[in-house]
T-cell receptor
Framework: SQELEQSPQSLIVQEGKNLTINCTSS?????LYWYKQKYGEGLIFLMM?????EEKSHEKITAKLDEKKQQSSLHITASQPSHAGIYLC????????????FGAGTILRVKS | ETGVTQTPRHLVMGMTNKKSLKCEQH?????MYWYKQSAKKPLELMFV?????QTENNSVPSRFSPECPNSSHLFLHLHTLQPEDSALYLC????WGQGDNSPLHFGNGTRLTVT
């Protein structure tokens, strides 16, 4: 089984609608990272969460890390075609490590 | 403009060829990484270099050989690959230190096709 489970695997939303992507682990996460990827390209860093209960926002994207540091959500408000892509969560599973593991990704399509 | 540059962007090679992937980071980071991204599979960490020392090797076959001559450059030497090694190979860098890690910054990857 994967160390990080992402859901849903794919998502199609109408432009202007809100959506949420989840990332779950059975282990404590030391550093949770959200990335966006266009097909065949590198990953673009979105946000990093480290503390339980932490929440960060950038433009219309909000990411939260739960108090137990085992689950994170990425919420997009009023989606736009520019939000389309693959969203990946990555996490460091060791307190003082830098071995980042990733979820399988969520493919987001936004219909105009 | 990305601070991590990978070359080439695309590579097609036969199973008997020897080729190398190159990665250069201009961010002053002290850690560099190779990841493999195959279709319908999560990103797989291959190698990690901290301060030019290899600290992770996730059971990668010996036909993949990394080299990190300095903290800004990372290579992945390829020889006698198999068709199933076809994938997007991503290089990343970060600033790593206990309790003060930066996020990984990724290059745009090399799309490798083994024929």
């Amino acid at each position: 089984s994967q160390e990080l489970e992402q859901s849903p695997q794919s998502l199609i939303v109408q432009e202007g609608k809100n959506l949420t992507i989840n990332c779950t682990s059975s282990k404590t996460l030391y550093g949770l990272y959200w990335y966006k990827q266009k097909y065949g390209e590198g990953l673009i860093f979105l946000m990093m969460l480290q503390k339980g209960g932490e929440e960060k926002s950038h433009e219309k994207i909000t990411a939260k890390l739960d108090e137990k540091k085992q689950q994170s959500s990425l919420h997009i408000t009023a989606s736009q075609p520019s939000h389309a892509g693959i969203y990946l969560c990555g996490a460091d599973m060791r307190e003082y490590g830098n071995k980042l593991v990733f979820g399988a990704g969520t493919i987001l399509r936004v219909k105009s | 403009e990305t601070g991590v540059t990978q070359t080439p962007r695309h590579l097609v090679m036969g199973m008997t060829n020897k080729k190398s992937l190159k990665c250069e980071q201009h961010l002053g980071h002290n850690a560099m990484y190779w990841y493999k991204q195959s279709a319908k599979k999560p990103l797989e960490l291959m190698f990690v270099y901290n301060f030019k020392e290899q600290t992770e090797n996730n059971s990668v076959p010996s036909r993949f050989s990394p080299e990190c001559p300095n903290s800004s450059h990372l290579f992945l030497h390829l020889h006698t690959l198999q068709p199933e090694d076809s994938a997007l190979y991503l290089c990343a860098s970060s600033q790593w230190g206990q309790g003060d890690n930066s996020p990984l910054h990724f290059g745009n990857g090399t799309r490798l096709t083994v024929t």
